[in-house]
């Protein structure tokens, strides 16, 4: 398609409109898949922290025929996020959707500049951050989809037997210090991982409500064996994620490939315009609409989950 690729306008006038995506983590794994998908249908903004690594990306989407600008921002890094989405505003382009794809599975905790748990910083506060500082330029309609996982939810089976017991949250502050709802997972780093996830679903339905002119929704890509995610882990079991694993994903249940991953997220973000959908919707690996936890589906806790995260973000410096 041409760099110039138009989606058609909402109420199908067969008027073209211009469109652009932002897409944090383009680097690597899901979120490269879903960049490549969504330059087929728009300018791509890269949000990621390596200038190279997103030089990498740019170019091979303009060697196809598209166009993207390249945002350097570390998402665990609150002051680093406003930087970029106020440089994201500069450019001026017609954002039809934003992409919060970028995320950490950590086996052994870190913490970012503030002394905050890195996974918690990246998952959460990253993705809640620059929607919400994205939020007032986006325009009616706009499509802001976060990556989220079904292992926040402590009942679902494949998580449960992957060792995860759901989202561990006690504050936004206790999260931030790496602190968990004892009596969670043994997995290192399970409960920094599902807890940040966990807070993600929560922002996606409590802005959805906070903001009906937007469409706000969350995906559980479903388990993507063989990606950057399990970087961290020990050299035998990312050859195994890579090499025995990932050639299984298509066929199992609950499992996916960064390829089919990227294709449901750029037909959830792009739908809108004949298909409009709606908002407040969790889809799962398939982009059919699923559950997620009892938690997130008490509006207390996600107007606390938000509350909580906003006076977090208040202390950081201007
Ligand atoms: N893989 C799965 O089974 C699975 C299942 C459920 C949900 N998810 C979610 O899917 C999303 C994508 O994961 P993936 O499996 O594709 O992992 P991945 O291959 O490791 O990709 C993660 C992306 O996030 C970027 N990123 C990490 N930390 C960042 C930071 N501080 N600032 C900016 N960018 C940062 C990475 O950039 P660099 O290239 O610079 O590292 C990379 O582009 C994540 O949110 C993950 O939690 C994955």
Redesign the pocket.
């Known amino acids: 398609m041409s760099p110039t690729a138009r989606t058609p306008r909402p109420g199908g006038t067969g008027t073209p409109a211009p469109a652009a995506y932002i897409v944090?983590?383009?680097?690597?794994?899901?979120?490269?898949?879903a960049a490549l998908e969504l330059a087929e249908h728009g300018t791509v903004v890269l949000?990621?922290?390596?200038a190279d690594?997103l030089a990498e990306v740019r170019e091979v989407i303009e060697r196809r025929g598209g166009t993207a600008v390249a945002v350097v921002?570390?998402?665990?890094?609150p002051a680093?996020v406003r930087r970029a989405a106020a440089e994201i505003v500069t450019l001026g382009l017609p954002i039809a959707g934003l992409l919060?794809?970028?995320?950490?599975?950590q086996v052994a905790p870190t913490t970012?500049s503030l002394g905050w748990d890195?996974t918690f910083?990246?998952?959460h506060l990253?993705p809640f951050a620059l929607t919400e500082a994205l939020a007032p330029h986006l325009p009616d309609g706009a499509q802001v989809l976060f990556?989220?996982?079904?292992?926040e939810d402590p009942t679902r089976k494949p998580a449960v037997m992957a060792g995860f017991r759901g989202g561990r949250y006690v504050s936004a502050e206790a999260s931030a210090r790496g602190e968990w709802e004892p009596g969670g997972s043994k997995l290192p780093g399970g409960d920094a991982?599902a807890t940040?996830?966990q807070c993600?679903l929560a922002t996606v339905l409590a802005f959805s409500r906070e903001l009906p002119r937007l469409r706000i929704n969350g995906v559980?890509?479903?388990?993507?064996?063989?990606?950057?995610?399990?970087?961290d882990s020990n050299l035998a079991l990312r050859l195994l994620g890579r090499f025995v694993l990932a050639p299984l994903a298509p066929f199992i249940k609950y499992?996916?490939t960064?390829g089919t991953?990227g294709r449901v997220i750029a037909r959830i973000l792009t739908d809108g315009g004949d298909r409009p959908t709606g908002t407040g919707v969790y889809y799962d690996e398939k982009g059919r609409p699923m559950r997620g936890s009892a938690l997130v589906h008490e509006p207390e806790f996600d107007d606390r989950v938000v509350a909580e995260t906003r006076a977090l973000l208040a202390q950081v410096p201007a």
């Open positions: 944090t983590g383009p680097t690597s794994g899901i979120g490269r898949r949000v990621g922290r390596s690594r921002c570390d998402l665990a890094e680093s919060n794809n970028a995320g950490i599975a970012n890195t910083a990246t998952n990253g990556v989220c996982s079904g292992v991982y940040s996830k993600s559980e890509p479903g388990f993507n064996p063989g990606t950057g995610l399990g970087r499992w996916s960064p991953a």
